[in-house]
């Protein structure tokens, strides 16, 4: 099993930036990709970037691409995601998952972030 702690939300003005970070602990060795995923109130959750665990690719939904960057620090085996230009649509619970290609096996228990207009 892996273990995934997200840190790093709160509340920011639009134009603002925050930078989140996902914490991965476990059995790392059956990580292939890591993604970060978004859910605002009322709405499904959604898909904002992912990096593979080598760290190698990116991937980033159209609505965050240019804003928002996904990076690995392999020492602290660290996700981060860095969101810049925080827009009020940017507002949801923000997740970090991890699994073997394909799926997202597991999840980390998420974190608020606020944009205010």
């Known amino acids: 099993q892996v273990q995934l702690v997200e840190s790093g939300g709160g509340l920011v003005q639009a134009g603002g930036s925050l930078r989140l970070s996902c914490a991965v602990s476990?059995?790392?060795?059956?990580?292939?990709?890591v993604g970060w995923f978004r859910q605002a109130p009322g709405k499904e959750r959604e898909s904002v970037a992912a990096?593979?665990?080598?760290?190698?690719?990116?991937h980033y939904a159209n609505s965050v691409r240019g804003r928002f960057t996904i990076s690995r620090d392999n020492a602290k085996n660290t996700v981060y995601l860095q969101m810049n230009s925080l827009k009020p649509e940017d507002t949801a619970v923000y997740y970090c998952?991890?699994?073997?290609?394909?799926?997202?096996?597991?999840w980390g228990q998420g974190t608020q972030v606020t944009v205010s207009a």
């Open positions: 998952a991890a699994g073997p290609a394909g799926t997202y096996d597991d």
């Open positions: 476990g059995r790392t060795f059956s990580i292939s990709v």
């Open positions: 990096i593979s665990w080598s760290g190698s690719s990116t």
